[in-house]
């Protein structure tokens, strides 16, 4: 099969490189299957800016090297074969999920997933649109809603609220019954404003700290701007964020850094909201796998997820 395959991390997406590697044929011919897994034909994969800096990336669960590594671990596709162990899917599914992180990904045409991992993708719903829900959807959803405690009538400050995963969040916490204000450049406030933010600060040339008394501030952005965020927080209110560590607290609240896991029931909620209209997605670019590398090259990106997909 064909696949993307990184093995030097300083070269970050430079490193990159289409080659072909041993397609599965089964699971009990399969290096690295487990209990619970399956193998999906990857018909669209998604891949994350900052994931060649993962320590994830390089290693196994037991710290061992495992170069040349698949990176994406976004996935939509189809399943072509079941482990023992395995429930709730069926060869010639149609799936969508988020892979494990220290196996190989989904930039490739077959990739081994954990069944739990999946959820059911609908036949209206196209691939792309499957791949590209997975990460900014399971991620504004866990912010939201399990680290946040959202709920309606609250106000919540959404960073990046054009981006991939802040237009997310921002549709979510909207349709929630949240009041949605999101940050930016000036550039997004158009999309912010369309995804359904109701008042947008420039974060170039608006003053942040005019903000104030919000119930929840959205973080993906890190740095002085989370530093910043904690004064604008209601008493008592919460900070998450997806940028790692921080100091900053807000007064008498808490501040929740995390990571993403995988959900079968959220993704199933989210896809619902797709087909019903109430969610998009937020696609910039679709490419093919021999366009990957090209396709991640920092100077080629476009606003909104690069989507690879797969199969035609």
């Given at each position: 099969m064909k696949a993307i395959v990184v093995t030097d991390q300083a070269a970050g997406t430079a490193g990159m490189k289409l080659v072909e590697r041993p397609e599965p044929q089964g699971l009990g011919s399969l290096s690295g299957a487990n209990y619970g897994d399956v193998v999906v034909q990857v018909h669209a994969s998604g891949f994350t800016g900052d994931e060649l800096s993962w320590p994830s990336t390089w290693i196994d669960r037991l710290g061992r090297d495992r170069t040349p590594s698949i990176p994406g671990h976004e996935v939509a596709g189809v399943v072509t074969s079941l482990s023992y162990g395995t429930t709730g899917l069926s060869v010639g599914q149609r799936v969508f999920g988020l892979t494990d992180w220290t196996r190989d990904g989904t930039l490739a045409e077959y990739a081994v997933v954990e069944a739990r991992n999946l959820a059911p993708l609908p036949g209206d719903v196209d691939f792309t649109v499957g791949a590209a829900l997975v990460?900014?959807?399971?991620?504004?959803?866990?912010?939201?809603?399990?680290h946040?405690?959202?709920r309606a009538g609250q106000s919540v400050l959404v960073h990046g609220a054009a981006g991939v995963v802040g237009s997310m969040a921002t549709q979510l916490a909207r349709e929630a019954g949240a009041y949605v204000i999101g940050t930016g450049r000036a550039d997004g406030r158009q999309a912010a404003l369309d995804f359904g933010?109701?008042?947008?600060?420039?974060?170039?040339?608006?003053?942040?700290e005019d903000v104030g008394g919000v119930d929840l501030v959205f973080d993906?952005?890190?740095?002085?701007?989370v530093m910043r965020s904690a004064g604008v927080i209601?008493?008592?209110?919460t900070l998450v964020t997806i940028a790692g560590p921080t100091e900053a607290r807000p007064a008498g609240g808490l501040t929740i850094d995390f990571v993403v896991v995988p959900d079968r029931a959220q993704l199933s909620e989210l896809v619902q909201r797709?087909?019903?209209?109430?969610?998009?997605?937020?696609?910039g670019n679709i490419a093919t796998l021999?366009?990957?590398?090209?396709?991640?090259?920092?100077?080629?990106?476009t606003k909104g997820k690069t989507i690879i997909r797969v199969r035609p």
């Open positions: 990460m900014p959807g399971l991620t504004a959803w866990q912010g939201l809603f399990e946040g405690r959202l933010a109701q008042e947008f600060i420039d974060l170039e040339k608006d003053v942040l993906v952005l890190g740095g002085d701007i209601r008493a008592g209110g797709v087909r019903e209209g109430r969610l998009r997605t937020n696609i021999s366009d990957a590398v090209a396709a991640f090259n920092p100077g080629r990106r």
